[in-house]
Nanobody, 122 residues
């Protein structure tokens, strides 16, 4: 069974840090782009960060604060989130795609995890 499972969400004060982890199973994802998206209450799901062999990409809203990293041997991808803000509060989803030349729209992703909740208090 191919699946992505997120962990590491929780409640943190503004200015704090959290590290999310995504474990992939069921296939080898080394050739896939692995990404994080988030969805805040009442808003659409949005791209946060992605990592593939060619490099990493970040949404402008998280550049300089979030870092994505992956371990292909372990089939994991992490998101280190620093200097968190209340507007970072959302359910964070891990996603994977085998497609190239994409802009990381939600429709570009082939596989999704169920999400983990991050709440940043002011």
């Amino acid at each position: 069974q191919v699946q992505l499972v997120e962990s590491g969400g929780g409640l943190v004060q503004a200015g704090g840090s959290l590290r999310l982890s995504c474990a992939a199973s069921g296939r080898t994802f080394s050739s896939y782009a692995m990404a994080w998206f988030r969805q805040a209450p009442g808003k659409e799901r949005e791209f946060v960060a992605a990592a593939r062999r060619s490099g990493t990409s970040y949404a402008d809203s998280v550049k300089g604060r979030f870092t994505i990293s992956r371990d292909n041997a372990k089939n994991t991808v992490d998101l280190q989130m620093n200097t968190l803000k209340p507007e970072d509060t959302a359910v964070y989803y891990c996603a994977a795609t085998s497609r190239f030349g994409i802009n990381y729209a939600t429709r570009d992703m082939d596989l999704w995890g169920k999400g983990t909740l991050v709440t940043v208090s002011s």
